[in-house]
């Protein structure tokens, strides 16, 4: 894990999480298109924090960048699952116990909802996760999860990602997300929507933003709804 953001006493911590492959046990090489395509989401929260409002804006905040030994998730192993949670047992170490938001995308996303287990994680802010439908979610009981997919995705199939919303939340999980019109999962069509998105919704689980109107609706909804799980991100289509 690196820090591109790390003051004396963080108050909490945002981790990123980029993608990968199904398989890949070679080592991630030194110019890693899934890594650079994360770069503006940790800038963009950096932006958030500095911009926002009280005395401690842009002072309280660590973020971080979470780093794989290897490019695959790689089966049973798991290895990017495995790599987050090393990184959170570092964050804890170095930190403390500092509430932590992690945002991943796609094998990032996976790997960050499977590492949620972790004490120091408040929630997790999924980008076109890649969501099995054998994934585990009991794990994720009192987490706020966040999941953003766009709707012209043919990598990770948007339906599966609703699919898992509905048993995190049946499992306890307090869950919303946005269906982002016109984007696939490369993230490029709209894409300051969202890194603005995902940076608003990170501090927002750290208590350091507001909660959009909807989204709060939303994780408020209790196991076996289904309202809420997919809301229509404002903007153009």
């Known amino acids: 894990m690196s820090w591109r953001v790390r003051p004396p006493a963080p108050d909490a911590a945002v981790l990123v999480l980029h993608g990968g492959r199904e398989f890949g046990p070679e080592p991630v090489p030194a110019l890693n298109l899934p890594g650079l395509r994360m770069r503006p989401f940790a800038r963009?929260?950096?932006?958030?924090?500095?911009?926002?409002?009280?005395?401690?804006?842009?002072?309280?905040?660590?973020?971080?960048?979470?780093?794989y030994r290897c490019r695959g998730w790689n089966g049973e192993r798991a290895d990017a699952a495995r790599d987050a949670e090393?990184?959170?047992?570092?964050?804890?170490?170095?930190?403390?116990?500092?509430?932590?938001?992690?945002?991943?995308?796609?094998?990032?996303?996976?790997?960050?909802?499977?590492?949620?287990a972790h004490p120091c994680v408040q929630g997790v802010v999924a980008l076109a996760p890649w969501c099995?439908?054998?994934?585990?979610?009991?794990?994720?009981?009192?987490?706020?999860?966040?999941?953003?997919?766009?709707?012209?995705?043919?990598?990770?199939?948007?339906?599966?990602?609703?699919?898992?919303a509905l048993r995190a939340r049946d499992?306890?999980?307090?869950?919303?997300?946005?269906?982002?019109f016109g984007s696939g999962h490369t993230l490029m069509r709209r894409a300051g929507d969202?890194?603005?998105?995902?940076?608003?919704?990170?501090?927002?689980?750290?208590?350091?933003?507001?909660?959009?109107?909807?989204?709060?609706?939303a994780l408020a909804v209790e196991a076996g709804g289904s309202d809420g799980v997919c809301i229509p991100l404002a903007g153009r289509r």
């Open 44 to 67: 963009a929260v950096e932006r958030a924090v500095q911009q926002g409002p009280g005395e401690d804006a842009g002072r309280s905040l660590a973020v971080g960048t979470v780093h």
């Open 86 to 116: 090393a990184a959170l047992a570092e964050l804890a170490e170095t930190l403390g116990p500092v509430p932590t938001v992690l945002i991943g995308h796609s094998m990032g996303g996976r790997a960050a909802l499977r590492a949620a």
């Open 132 to 164: 099995p439908r054998d994934e585990p979610t009991e794990h994720l009981r009192g987490r706020s999860v966040l999941m953003l997919h766009g709707d012209r995705d043919r990598v990770t199939p948007p339906a599966d990602t609703d699919l898992f």
């Open 171 to 180: 499992h306890g999980a307090r869950v919303a997300g946005y269906r982002v």
């Open 194 to 217: 969202w890194h603005r998105t995902a940076a608003g919704l990170a501090l927002a689980l750290l208590g350091l933003a507001a909660l959009p109107e909807e989204i709060g609706t």
